[in-house]
């Protein structure tokens, strides 16, 4: 497997193209000269890279909007070239970043220097930028100016905001601007020092619990606030049945509401801690089986827009410590899709819904318009094979991080390659 810049000229053949714009397939070659969609005839043979896609589905790359970085101040857990080198083996070609780094992202200077640093890497890298100034959920930070910088919404990323009345205020702000606000979905007081999902497992463990409670609670507050004020709200990692029920509920009414789910939340469950295993130590944590479920019914619904990978490299120092001390987080962008794909066709759903969770769900939650893939267009592509059965190893990882409980397991669909205009991933 590999990653470098993209070749001036490749040709993709053999696949089904499936266009997530217009939501039509069909058995034609792709062509890319300097990193756009062109005629295949008016590529030089000769000069051609070529990337059999037998058996492959090629699609629009996928659109992450929810990663951690580390950068400024842990690169030793994730830079911005690493994580997007991560991120392209994973199929997607834009990556949106957490503010929750040190310092925090919470000034239109920070965000402008993020951008200036990512220039030129394979993915573009979208700001998210902190709701309050150095996340401390107290004043608001220069969210009009941030956007101004090019911030694509706005977070205080890990941290809930406790006081209603500075998300209230915040929201105002998002519909002014016309972003959404991410709030973390746990009450804190509800999730206490809970370090798992609060249930006979927890019990049986002896380890505090963390109820479902706790993020019913701060979904709903947030839902209401939304609807109050008229601003978006999109609702992070949603890992619990009763909050599915919510925003459905809401969004039935017509609030501006939209929400994700990892491919975490929506394949693994509170099984992988009986064995007190950090590396499955999550915020949200894994929940119940039947809390899985709801989470992939909402998907299949329409409830949840998109999946998002909450990718949050830590080291192995400190996931290696116990179950009360290590981090909270795992690295997702290298399985989400196979961990996605895997368990949602498992209940029923297609490998195309599956891709449209990964493209035009994201982009609509941030009102992007992806382009039809056809000539002109920017290349960003994925050529994903949905048969492929395979185990998730550290062979996959590009991250710098290894901290993920997908290490070991079976999937069943494949990134094959990704394209960008600056870089192309062939896996094998
Ligand atoms: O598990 C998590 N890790 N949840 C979060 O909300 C933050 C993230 C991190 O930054 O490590």
Not at 113 to 141: C, D, F, R, W, Y
Not at 282 to 291: G, Q, T
Request: with cysteine.
């Amino acid at each position: 497997m590999a990653a470098g810049a993209l070749p001036g000229q490749i040709l993709i053949t053999g696949g089904r193209v499936y266009d997530p714009a217009t939501g039509k397939s069909r058995r034609v070659d792709l062509a890319v000269k300097r990193g756009r969609l062109v005629e295949p005839e008016s590529l030089d043979r000769g000069k051609t890279t070529v990337i059999d896609a037998a058996g492959c589905l090629i699609t629009h790359g996928f659109i992450d909007l929810h990663a951690h970085f580390r950068e400024p101040g842990r690169e030793d857990k994730e830079t911005l070239a690493s994580g997007a080198q991560a991120a392209l083996a994973g199929g997607f070609t834009r990556v949106c970043v957490m503010p929750n780094t040190e310092p925090p992202i919470d000034s239109p200077e920070a965000v402008r220097a993020l951008l200036e640093k990512s220039a030129g890497l394979p993915v573009e890298i979208m700001v998210i930028g902190a709701i309050t100034a150095g996340q401390q959920g107290v004043e608001l930070a220069e969210l009009r100016a941030m956007r101004a910088a090019g911030a694509v919404a706005f977070s205080d990323d890990g941290v809930p905001i406790r006081n209603g009345q500075v998300l209230r205020h915040a929201l105002y702000y998002a519909k002014d601007l016309g972003v959404p606000l991410i709030n973390h979905a746990e009450d804190p007081d509800l999730r206490g020092a809970g370090v798992m999902h609060e249930g006979a497992l927890s019990t049986r463990l002896g380890l505090p619990g963390n109820p479902a409670l706790a993020e019913a609670a701060m979904v709903y507050r947030d839902l209401l606030l939304a609807a109050d004020t008229g601003g978006r709200l999109h609702v992070p990692h949603l890992s619990t049945a009763e909050a599915v029920a919510q925003v459905r509920a809401f969004k039935a009414a017509g609030a501006h509401v939209t929400a994700e789910a990892t491919p975490h939340h929506l394949a693994l469950t509170e099984e992988l801690l009986a064995g007190y295993d950090p590396m499955a130590k999550v915020a949200p944590p894994l929940r119940s089986e039947s809390d899985r479920r709801a989470v992939v019914a909402g998907l299949q619904d329409g409830t949840i827009d998109c999946i998002a990978t909450d990718h949050a490299p830590h080291t192995v120092e400190e996931k290696e410590q116990d179950m009360l001390q290590a981090p909270f987080g795992m690295i997702g962008l290298e399985s989400a899709f196979g961990l996605a794909h895997t368990a949602l066709t498992e209940a029923g759903l297609t490998t195309e819904k599956v891709l449209d969770l990964l493209t035009t769900g994201p982009a609509g939650v941030l009102n992007l318009e992806l382009q039809p893939l056809q000539p002109g267009a920017v290349a960003e592509l994925v050529v994903v094979d949905p048969a492929a059965e395979w185990t998730f190893g550290p062979e996959h990882i590009h991250s710098r991080s290894r901290n993920t409980p997908a290490l070991g397991r079976r999937l069943k669909g494949r990134v094959r390659a990704t394209l960008s205009p600056h870089g192309l991933y062939l896996g094998h």
